[in-house]
């Protein structure tokens, strides 16, 4: 995977918001670094689903300006409990399918619901499909594809359950999004996730963490053999995302790994931000 090929395709995209609340340092930073794309989540102190549409058109101005566009929608859909209402959940999808449109993207990350501590997966899986089916029968109908993330204490946490749910709705409207930390706090074997749903991965969420801690740390420097299944998807010719999720403000490590950002004046938060840029660059030129 050749770093300079990765880079001007634009095909690295970011999740801005830990850079910063503020859209305007966020795109600031980006444009030093020359990232090209977002997966929105969060700016200027709202949640990406509680944007409207005007919101949403002033935002997509400011990118624009920036050169910046959105890789996927970072929404929350599926990022309720299994036992809570759907029905108002569903709505909010649908809002979220228009703010889509608005920034041009046909991609929206979604979730399999929380399951109860302590539950037995199993006995939730008909509901868990149930929901998963109308928010893909919805997708599909505006033309969406939706990005299921494996988060931890979901039902598609652990690789066979996500593969269970890829064999269920894997198509034009539902793909998987491989996270490297999420399995590794999860007891997943990465190796292991990545030989089960290999064949359905559309999009990469960037971050590493180290198993038993659970502690996340710069990619290519934990447990979620990074390096590894990236080579495996450059062979396999992946030309879908890699999307920097750094979660490294409380790393440990940071401040000796980032003495050249401090002396630029960053914030702590942006600090961990160029850190997890820097390891990204570092292992895609290896």
């Known amino acids: 995977m050749n770093e300079r090929v990765i880079l001007k395709n634009n095909r690295i995209s970011c999740f801005a918001d830990e850079i910063d609340p503020s859209v305007e340092k966020q795109t600031a930073l980006l444009s030093e670094l020359e990232i090209g794309a977002i997966e929105f989540r969060s700016g200027d102190g709202k949640g990406v689903a509680d944007y409207t ?46 703010l889509s449109d608005v920034w041009e993207t046909d991609l929206i990350r979604c979730f399999s619901f929380y399951l109860p501590e302590g539950a037995d997966a199993a006995g939730y899986r008909d509901e ?23 988060e931890k204490g979901i039902y598609g946490d652990l690789a066979p359950r996500c593969l269970e749910l890829m064999q269920r709705f894997y198509g034009d409207s539902y793909k998987a999004v491989f996270d490297f930390a999420n399995f590794v706090q999860c007891g997943q074997d990465t190796l292991e996730a990545w030989e089960l749903l290999k064949d359905y991965v559309f999009y990469i969420h960037v971050k590493d963490a180290r198993m038993g801690s659970g502690e996340v740390v710069p990619a290519g420097s934990g447990d979620g053999h990074v390096k590894e299944i990236l080579t495996a998807l450059d062979e396999r010719g992946f030309t879908g995302f890699l999307s920097l999720e750094p979660h490294l ?13 401090a002396r630029r004046g960053r914030t702590d938060t942006e600090q961990a931000f160029v850190t997890a840029w820097q390891a990204l660059c570092d292992l895609l030129t290896r």
């Open 53 to 98: 549409i005007q919101e949403a058109e002033g935002l997509k101005k400011r990118l624009d300006a920036a050169g910046i566009r959105l890789s996927a929608v970072g929404s929350p859909i599926g990022k309720i409990g299994i036992e809570e209402e759907f029905s108002p959940h569903l709505k909010k999808l649908e809002h979220i399918i228009e």
């Open 249 to 261: 403000a409380d790393f440990a490590g940071l401040q000796g790994l980032e003495k050249d950002a």
């Open 128 to 150: 868990v499909f149930r929901r998963t089916e109308q928010m893909v029968e919805l997708a599909a109908r505006h033309g969406k594809t939706l990005l299921h993330e494996n």
